[in-house]
C-alpha cells in the first residue's frame, strides 16, 4: 500500500512538472518585457513622490494626536490627583470644600501642586 501511494505521488509530481514547463514555454519572455517597460514608463514619479509626502504627513499628524491626547490625559490624571488630595487635607482639616472660601480652597490647591507637579 505505501509503494502504491508513493508511486501515485511520484506520478502526480511528475505531471505538475511537464504542465509547469508546458505553461513556461508558451510564455512569451519578449512580449512580458515590452508590457513590463510600458508600465514603468506610465508611472508618474511626482505623483507618487506627492502621495508619500501626503502619506507621511498623516503619520506626522496621528503621532501629533496621539502625543496630544497622552498629554491631555496626564494632565486630566494630575488635576485630579490633585483635586482629591484638597478633599483629603479639607477632610483632615474636618471641612468640605463646599463649606470653604475660594481662599482657603486656593491654599489646599497650592499645597497638592507641591505634590503633583
Known amino acids: 500500500m505505501q509503494q502504491l501511494d508513493h508511486t501515485l505521488e ?5 505531471k505538475m512538472q511537464r504542465d509547469l514547463q508546458e505553461s513556461l514555454s508558451k510564455i512569451d519572455v519578449e512580449k512580458v518585457q515590452k508590457e513590463l517597460e510600458e508600465s514603468l514608463d506610465k508611472i508618474d514619479a511626482d505623483k507618487i513622490r506627492v502621495d508619500i509626502e501626503r502619506a507621511m504627513k498623516k503619520v506626522d499628524l496621528k503621532k501629533i494626536q ?10 486630566n490624571k494630575k488635576f485630579i490627583n490633585r483635586f482629591l ?4 487635607m479639607a477632610k483632615e482639616k474636618q471641612r468640605a470644600l463646599k463649606d470653604m472660601t475660594l481662599e482657603e480652597m486656593d491654599l489646599l490647591w497650592n ?3 507641591k505634590v503633583y507637579r
Do not use: F, G, I
Not at 511520484?10 to 511528475?14: I, T
Open 10 to 14: 511520484k506520478k502526480n509530481w511528475e
Open 85 to 88: 488630595m484638597m478633599e483629603e
Open 66 to 75: 496621539r502625543n496630544l491626547q497622552l498629554e491631555l490625559e496626564k494632565t
Open 111 to 113: 499645597e497638592a501642586k
